[in-house]
């Protein structure tokens, strides 16, 4: 493989089980100190380690009466000290849990101090007696399980704050990992705050990927039309994609579709009318339920449009839920003597049979736009 491409960094995994001592899987590093890899290439070498808490399986080192200070001794046995003596780099590949700390654990833990301080007797028991009689108060969600794991996450966080030289992957992101959760909470959708104010101060400068795509708006809208009944209607497929991370109701927002407005009212701010003939928009059908968008023709500073607005109604589903919740509204657009007409000076026209980003159409909540440029924006904007 170095052969092929001698750029290539080469990642090995720990074991399980080396001459008899047992430790997690993918976690034992022991045996590169006497029997170290060797490549083609040098300095092509990663070793790589797992590690994790009682939540994962009740190793014995978590009820040692010395715990936790007896982690960092642990760690360095199996796979730090790779790291710690310049033998080769180590990334720490897989460590995490569902808990993260108790709200009484150990000061020198929870302060974020080395994981060497020592605490004073008193303080240690008076630590235990507080721990003990939390746990007796909590018999169903707080075990001496959890209260180990989550001690044993910030001591390892600080310990890695310590030796920068360890980098690190935390496993895992989606929730599904039952025995340790994930960066998301159980509803796949909310990022766990506790975990991320843990890591924060561990985390590394952001990755700069020139290749990537900027990500998606907050609020978008889509839209799709046909001309149906030879050249007299106009039909749109309009769709509001909630991305953000918060629910958005429908009844505080308005679309807009906008129209041609003749350019000598617009310029001289004159008050417009509508096309000669203008306009019918009606909705043929919604998402979020029958008599649930109501239209209303309208203008401003010289420029027409039809605005599609949400209301309450029964059984309505207005409430677009976070990260990709959607709502579809197909209107209907034709003159009120259905003649003939090309909407392709509308400002808001969209030349597409399938759903695309609809820049010209507008979306406000709450009266603050969120999407779109409107030709009253455009008409400010300097000219370049």
């Excluded at 019918?280 to 339920?289: C, D, I, K, Y």
């Excluded at 657009?333 to 609809?358: E, K, Q």
């Amino acid at each position: 493989m170095l052969r092929a491409n001698p750029h290539l960094l080469i990642f090995v995994q720990g074991v399980q089980v080396y001459r008899g001592d047992y430790y997690w899987w993918g976690g034992n590093l022991e045996g590169a100190a006497t029997a170290p890899v060797r490549l083609a290439v040098p300095d092509r070498l990663v070793y790589e380690a797992h590690d994790y808490g009682a939540g994962v399986y009740g190793q014995g080192w978590f009820s040692e009466s010395d715990f936790p200070r007896n982690l960092p001794a642990l760690w360095r046995r199996h796979w730090a000290y790779l790291a710690e003596e310049g033998m080769a780099p180590v990334l720490l590949g897989e460590f995490g849990g569902r808990n993260v700390a108790l709200p009484y654990v150990p000061v020198a833990v929870r302060a974020g101090t080395p994981v060497t301080t020592t605490l004073t007797r008193a303080q240690e028991g008076i630590w235990q007696r507080t721990l003990v009689s939390y746990l007796a108060q909590h018999p169903v969600t707080t075990t001496l399980t959890r209260a180990q794991e989550g001690i044993w996450q910030r001591t390892l966080v600080s310990y890695l704050a310590q030796h920068p030289a360890i980098n690190f992957t935390y496993w895992g992101f989606t929730p599904d990992s039952g025995d340790t959760g994930g960066l998301l909470t159980d509803d796949w959708q909310t990022a766990n705050s506790a975990k991320q104010r843990l890591l924060a101060g561990i985390l590394a400068a952001a990755l700069p990927l020139p290749h990537a795509q900027a990500a998606p708006a907050p609020i978008r809208v889509l839209a799709s039309n046909k001309i149906v009944l030879y050249g007299q209607e106009q039909d749109l497929t309009l769709r509001i994609v909630n991305d953000g991370a918060q629910p958005l109701d429908l009844r505080h927002a308005e679309l807009r579709y906008w129209l041609d407005a003749p350019a000598s009212s617009a310029l001289a701010g004159q008050q417009p009318t509508l096309h000669p003939g203008w306009t019918n928009a009606a909705v043929a059908w919604a998402s979020t339920g029958p008599n649930t968008v109501l239209t209303k023709p309208d203008h401003e500073h010289g420029y027409p449009f039809v605005a599609l607005r949400f209301v309450a109604a029964p059984n309505a589903r207005e409430t677009l839920q976070p990260y990709g919740g959607n709502a579809t509204v197909v209107l209907r657009v034709h003159r009120i003597d259905w003649a003939p007409y090309s909407p392709t000076r509308d400002w808001s026209y969209v030349g597409s049979n399938v759903p695309i980003a609809a820049a010209h159409l507008t979306l406000s909540v709450n009266g603050r736009p969120v999407w779109g440029s409107s030709p009253p924006m455009a008409a400010k904007s300097p000219r370049p």
